[in-house]
């Protein structure tokens, strides 16, 4: 007879489901894991009753560094390999935007981390808002920039600068003085820094990476996101100009974003697991309603998506027990290892 190679039952890897998974508020608060979220990670990789693995990304509206910095840290905390073929942040879909514009404000994040990020990206030409006050400390009237800031600050001459674009790439760091230089720029004539515009009709576009309001951090409460950042903004351009702001945000529950998270996936699936076809179902754990829970049910009702994306509400992070989900989950459960073992479950 003939030999069919046999695959062990503790490395069959299903071709049929996968896994995408929220950070903050799931797998991590303020920068820790999780406890049951290193456990769950294991019956990811075979450790279950069925010796079975499931491929996984994860999709986070986080950001402030390089998706590979990001991916070391994140596998320090979960205690196993993830690659930057398998993550998204917030950001990343900005990757797409980065011939648009020649000179561009990135705004956000720690220290020249997010400039280094879009330059990564590559954006050709990136001003940080420490660029702007070292060139004129008028700017911001309560505020110097410290010796370490003012080095990491490039001088240049602003007057004949046109930003032609602004981008949030992660949490501001001073709201105050980052929301001077931003309301500076949306009302200038076409991003000159130092003009007006008389109809607040020539200001640059601005994006932001996410539009979460609130977030899981380590604090018991929710903290304030880059979404509340936006509101602020948006209220006092409103007040200043009489004009709506317009304004773009990425991430989730963006339907794009889901869309890029099912080409990731699928490549990653098809470099790492050898899986050649879209699985049946993607079930996406997240513990925010109006990001996660939202944009995997739109994704899955719109016609753009060709798989079930089953949404999962975990109750670690944004969303408490007692009050009622603004969107509802197919799923609620405690916490991240049983969203893992109800998909597992529901799959046998
Ligand atoms: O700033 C990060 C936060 O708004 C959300 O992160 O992982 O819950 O999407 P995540
Ligand atoms: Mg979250």
Same mark, same amino acid.
């Given at each position: 007879g003939t030999l069919t190679p046999v695959t062990p039952p503790e490395t069959a890897t299903t071709d049929s489901y996968a896994f995408a998974f929220d950070i903050d508020g799931?797998?991590?608060?303020?920068?820790?894991?999780?406890?049951?979220?290193? #456990?769950? %990670?294991k019956v990811l990789n075979?450790?279950?009753?069925?010796?079975?693995?499931?491929?996984?990304? *994860?999709?986070?509206?986080?950001?402030?560094?390089?998706?590979?910095?990001?991916?070391?840290?994140?596998?320090?905390q979960l205690e196993? #390999?993830?690659?930057?073929?398998? *993550?998204?942040?917030?950001?990343?879909? %900005?990757?797409? %935007?980065?011939?648009?514009?020649?000179?561009?404000?990135?705004?956000?994040?720690?220290?020249?981390?997010?400039?280094l990020v879009a330059e990564g990206y590559g954006f050709r030409d990136v001003?940080?808002?420490?660029?702007? %006050?070292?060139?004129?400390?008028?700017?911001?009237? &309560?505020?110097?920039?410290?010796?370490?800031?003012?080095?990491n600050s490039r001088v240049r001459n602003f007057g004949e600068t046109e930003i032609e674009a602004i981008f949030v790439f992660a949490d501001s760091r001073h709201w105050g003085d980052?929301?001077?230089?931003?309301?500076?720029?949306?009302?200038?004539?076409?991003?000159?820094?130092?003009?007006?515009s008389k109809d607040y009709d020539e200001g640059p576009p601005i994006y932001f990476s996410h539009n979460d309001l609130i977030w899981s951090a380590a604090h018991e409460h929710t903290r304030l996101g880059m979404g509340a950042l936006r509101s602020s903004l948006e209220a006092i351009y409103k007040s200043i100009t009489g004009k709506d702001l317009v304004s773009t945000? *990425?991430?989730?529950?963006?339907?794009?974003? *889901?869309?890029?998270?099912?080409r990731l996936l699928q490549q990653w699936r098809k470099d790492t697991h050898g899986i050649n076809k879209p699985p049946e179902t993607v079930y996406f754990v997240g513990d925010t309603p109006e990001s996660d829970i939202r944009g995997t049910n739109e994704f899955n009702e719109s016609k753009l998506s060709e798989n079930d994306w089953y949404s999962?509400?975990?109750?670690?992070?944004? &969303?408490?027990?007692?009050?009622?989900?603004?969107?509802?989950?197919?799923m609620t459960v405690d916490n991240v290892l049983d969203a893992v073992n109800h998909g597992i479950k529901r799959e046998m």
């Open positions: 799931v797998l991590l608060r303020g920068g820790r894991p999780i406890p049951e979220a290193i #456990e769950a %990670m075979g450790q279950n009753e069925y010796g079975i693995k499931v491929p996984y990304i *994860f999709l986070t509206n986080g950001g402030g560094k390089t998706e590979q910095e990001r991916c070391v840290d994140l596998s320090r196993l #390999e993830i690659s930057p073929g398998q *993550f998204i942040c917030g950001h990343t879909p %900005m990757r797409e %935007m980065a011939q648009k514009y020649k000179t561009v404000l990135v705004v956000g994040g720690e220290g020249e981390k997010c400039r001003v940080t808002p420490g660029d702007i %006050m070292k060139d004129n400390d008028r700017t911001t009237p &309560f505020r110097r920039l410290t010796d370490k800031e003012s080095r980052d929301q001077q230089i931003i309301i500076d720029l949306l009302t200038s004539k076409n991003g000159r820094l130092g003009t007006r945000a *990425f991430g989730k529950p963006q339907l794009g974003t *889901f869309q890029f998270a099912t999962i509400l975990v109750r670690t992070g944004v &969303f408490k027990e007692g009050t009622k989900p603004r969107y509802t989950p197919r």
